[in-house]
């Protein structure tokens, strides 16, 4: 019997047995290989689905009579994992501050926006609103300290801050340490070897809990900012590097033209020699969000209740501590959808710049 | 051709160095106003040096330069000021490849003379014409030809409306057949009267446009005449045995 489809192509049929059943041994191989993964599926499909308890109205009690996962879990304690120790009350102000952060992403990822004033209402704007959404004391909400909130919305904004933060920081430090007076760019390696030499979780310690000794108490703020501020100089230091690579990847031809043409350093930077470093850059800038998304868990060590903790907590207390695995994978999901939309949209931005290469 | 009292360009007893190597040595040369001069030499013979001090892509280390009737100093204003009166044309083009020709053109118009869009687009546009590829004006660059993209690299620097133009080896990096566009773009220019320095291994051009030829060898300038005596008559030893090399053959 033929298999080719219509056009002359091989059709499924043809390409499967040509690719996996081409020889007695391929094919015993292929058969083997395809039953183990079957059985792994199947297993996986009656764990989450078909024997898996969803709801918890009748306690735990109803997950120790299956072997399926245990769903009711999440159901019990959705609002602790995503929203920590935030008020009851006051949760929807901390779902709706996520949204705005989402909203705020989406938007300033949109080639549309791209200008100095758009982005600057949009991020400037975005951040209010999730800060004032967060604390409260405006338009009769009530105040909630930093140290209550938790969950998914702080992890969020940990990450959006050190992000925030962080990138002009980096873009500062990479363009001091290309500086023409030695001694600026001697300085500055010093300093982002410094940084980078010592473990995220000793600086974090450092600005959340020995900082203050050292500071003033008018100048040392809010743990919690201090620790994002920590945060910030780390994924500055090696952003910094990151950069500093896709600066060296613009011919010094770029900046001579735009010499010749009298443009000015500011505009230099700004019109030439940026855009073309960070589309260098873009790839390894990804990696460093994605790390940096991650990190934010280490916030844990210093006592902040982000998602991994507040997870901890969910399944920690009473009677659901069986139901760890079905709390993780639950994390690991939103964790997934934040890192893989990331690197889709890097994937995105490559196709994009693209354009002007061939 | 127009030529005031005050010369375009003064160059006196300027040195440069490279650490310790001695890369142009007491130089002199005065341009006046809508010369043409073409440099030629030995690879290494401080040309490019020359003219990229012009417009302080390098910075010399003793003597004077005068342009437009501006010093030349460390003073970065005063290097801005006078970049933006002479225009520079590169071996290797140069182009931002994140922009279109057109954003290339009006880049600098606006960001430097202020220029409205509207005035730096209208005026970028003639320039795209002037040098024949006013169709390429919204392609990026790396979609262009080599000859192509010197041409927009002209009209990128024309759009500021400069006084001098530095060419440095503007046909080096081209294939053969592209060439002869671009020189007839820089005949063209010539014909209008800029004052133009031209680093160039073309000696038919030389011939065609140049007023006064300059040899150099080892930093220094070793003969300047106009083009029939200079290669008509060649004076010194060097020049005789540079020109008899490259016009051998």
Redesign the interface.
Known sequence: MAMTGEMGRPGLLATLREKYFSSLGNAALSIICFSILALIVWKFFDWAILSAVFSAANGPEACKATDGACWAVIDARWRLILFGLYPHEEHWRSALACGVVVVMTVLSCLPYFWNGRSISVIWIGGFLAFYFLMKGGILGMPVVDEQSWGGLSLTVFIFVTTVLVGTPLSILLALLRRSELPWISALTGIVIDSVRSLPLLTILFAFAVVLPFLLPDWASGDKLYRAIFGSALFFAAYQAEIIRGGMQGVPTGQEEAAKSLGIRYRHRIQRILLPQAFKNALPATINQFVITFKETSLFIIIGFFEILASGNAAYGTGNWTFAFVEVYAFIAMIYFVFVFSLSRYGAFLERRMDVGDH | MTKTAEPAITIRSMNKFYGSFHALKNIDLTVQHGERIVICGPSGSGKSTLIRCI?H?EAHQSGNITVLGKALDNN?LHI??I??????V?Q?F??????TVLENCV??PM??RKWPRAKAEELAMQYLEKVKIPEQAEK????LSGGQQQRV?IA??LS?QPKVL?FDEPTSALDPEMISEVLDVMVALAKDGMTMLCVTHEMGFARQVADRVIFMDQGEIIEQNPPEEFFGNPQNERTQKFLSQILGH
């Open positions: 417009n892509l970065i801005d000021e970049r933006r009166d002479v225009g520079m590169f290797h140069n182009l931002f490849p994140h922009m880049l600098a960001l430097v990026f660059p790396g979609q690299a990128r620097s500021m530095l």
